[in-house]
């Protein structure tokens, strides 16, 4: 297959998707398919697209309005030179852009890969979007439920391919690796470590935990909190640290190309999302070994197993995201018994050939290959 991955995210953001299509790209670069991703020049996306070291092709484009004729045209004359089978689309945006440039050409289907809810009920999203995708690739069962509850995208058309992460060499859980992110952010040797992957977004849910982490204090004081991330919302979470003097329990990590040295040496994680179609970061965590606890929303029932791997909280609850993180702070034994058990769904359900698998198979049906079968 010959494979264009359209992605329009702002030049200085990269989330869940962005990962999500370099690692597809990558794996099916070594399938032997041709794959192309593009972006807007100077974009973090593409830039670690291209430090993933399988020499993907990439295509910058200057992406503005949802109906450019220029980045039509262009799209339009790629398609066709490069005898493009598939076009996977992210935004909306880019349904609309690569959607009409695909229809111009003639040949290439294009799939919507959807990582949040972004459907509207209006006469656009009823009219143009079933028009412009072939077929919809979402994480989790849940998103599917958002997706098509207003009755334009046909469930049927509609495939549930749960994320993966790659395995990595660090043998986990890590003695050495604890004891390097203990001396890489100074933290004392006796502290537990609690990571939170995400952006500084409201999506997100960090300020619950920092409401949450007064009473956690309180009652474990050696315990630090490590936010692994960046976005709009940081000043203010930081203003919200000190203002109820924890500054000493929190660390703001940044935004980082590889966290695997972080999360092998970390003991927990928390993820206390209000909104999460899939939740990338718990297949990082369960990677890793770590014990869990996360809210009860989206597609996370889906990824975690409720009571073996993970402590499941009500959303927007800093009272029950406290005591689940103190029940794990407080039995080494269950965090033990969580982690191992996460490492096992891990490798059963979210290995990155797995969803690699799975998503060739589905583009494979939209391919010219196999309308020529």
Partial sequence: MNILFLDSIEKETYGGMEKWIRLTAAGLLKRGHQVTVAGRPGSEFLRRVARTGHSIRTLELDISGDFNPVTIARLRKFLSVNSIDVV??????????????????????????????ITKNNLLHRYLTPKLVDGVIVPSQALKRQITRFGHI????????????????????????????????????????????????????????????????????NVAFLFLGDGPLQNKLESQIAESNLERHFVFVGMLDDVDGELAGADLMIHPSVEEPFGNALIEGMWAGLPIVASRVGGI????????????????????????????????SKRESFGLAGQKRWRSQFQLETMIDRVERYLTRFSKVASHL
Avoid at 166 to 188: G, I, M, N, T
Avoid at 318 to 325: E, I, R, V, Y
């Fill in 88 to 117: 996977t689309v992210n935004f909306n945006k880019d349904i609309r852009l690569g959607g009409l440039a695909a229809r111009l050409a003639g040949s290439p289907r294009v799939i919507w890969s959807v990582g949040l809810d």
């Fill in 154 to 221: 046909d469930p049927n058309m509609v495939e549930v391919i749960p994320r993966g992460r790659e395995d990595a060499d660090f043998v986990r859980p890590s003695l050495q690796a604890a004891v390097d992110l203990r001396r890489k952010y100074r933290l004392p040797e006796e502290y537990v470590v609690a990571v939170t992957v995400g952006r500084f977004v409201e999506q997100k849910g960090h300020r619950y935990l920092i409401e949450a982490a007064v009473e956690i204090v309180s009652k474990h004081p």
């Fill in 301 to 332: 029932p889906e990824v975690v197993v409720e009571g073996q791997t993970a402590l499941l909280v009500e959303p927007r609850q800093p009272g029950q995201l406290a005591a689940a993180t103190l029940q794990l702070l407080g039995s080494p």
